[in-house]
């Protein structure tokens, strides 16, 4: 799900911080995996952009991985890899796919969360 | 709770599996103490990983502000361990989230509780009364929960039907014990809250 420039989307930078009733923001989750696309970084680039980019040039993350590997906040690690994704450098996949319809609100469906019981229980009798 | 400010930087960190795979949360929550962090550790096929969320004017208008020192607080830390678990086959990965129980931590809970599958609430039988507060928080959010009872040496003798009766739980509520330090019996109290959160589809989800 990577992005244009001119598709560019400001990210709610109140996500941790909350609004309480605020609706969460659709555009990247704490588990939204992000990867290097291997474009370079522009001189608007900070030091923190360059280390987020780097960790993921060899793999892909989650955002809440990144914040824990670099020790930022969450909320910011959104915001920086928000940037990031907008300007071309990071490729991002959302969680589950399936959850992303409204009726959901989020949750994982049924089917997956069966294969979820049935992945625990393998790994039980292991 | 560790102290450790965060996660030694690895050479190299636990990337994702290659393959397409869906990633799914769930929550260990529960009062301080109660073994949540122990539960990610054992569970966790990574090092778990620590996070600091600031957290600005905490809870206004949902804090009672009844612990000393709050009022003038302006900014609170919140730390959350997590840790991760891909299921056989490398299609899911599950992601551990430690939450704090307090009230005060309201505004995290939005982000955190989202999407998630469901939320293990970890109880130690020598202060039930703790995990009120969490799982106030979590029925709040229409989350699914299981109750898992960590048993530690020197818990005193329970009857699970007591516990239950304790802490009110809804007949379809599940409730087990649990060794926080034990792959098996971890996973055990997974499986209960995955199951019932399966169960519970159509039931209360969407009626937030």
Known sequence: MSRDKHQRRLLPAYLATGSGTAALPSTLDTLTALRASGRPLASYHTPVHRRVVELVTDGSLTAVEIAGYLSLPVSVCLMLAEQLVSDGLLNASVPTPDALAPSRAGRPSRQLMEEVLSGLQALRVA | ?208
């Open chain 2, 1 to 208: 709770m560790d102290s450790k400010p965060s996660v030694s930087p690895d050479p190299r960190p636990a990337y994702l599996p290659e393959r397409e795979h869906q990633r799914v949360k769930i929550l260990v929550a529960g009062p301080m103490g109660v073994g949540k962090t122990t539960a990610i550790k054992t569970l966790s096929q990574i090092p778990t990983l620590h996070t600091e969320e600031v957290m600005t004017d905490a809870a206004v208008g949902t804090d009672d502000l009844s612990l000393a020192g709050l009022r003038d607080k302006k900014t609170t830390t919140v730390g959350i361990d997590f840790g991760r678990l891909t299921l056989p086959g490398d299609r899911i990965v599950l992601y551990l989230h430690g939450t704090p129980g307090q009230r005060r931590f309201l505004p995290l809970w939005e982000g955190i509780a989202y999407g998630a599958l469901g939320a293990l609430v970890l109880a130690d039988t020598r202060r039930l009364d703790e995990s009120f507060e969490v799982m106030d928080l979590i029925e709040e959010r229409g989350l699914p929960y299981a109750v898992a009872v960590n048993i530690f040496p020197d818990s005193p003798d329970y009857d699970l039907e007591i516990v239950r009766s304790k802490l009110d739980l809804h007949p379809d509520t599940p409730l087990v014990t649990c060794d926080a330090r034990e792959m098996n019996s971890s996973l055990n109290a997974l499986i209960e809250l995955t199951a019932h959160s399966i169960s519970s589809v159509g039931v209360g989800v969407g009626a937030s």
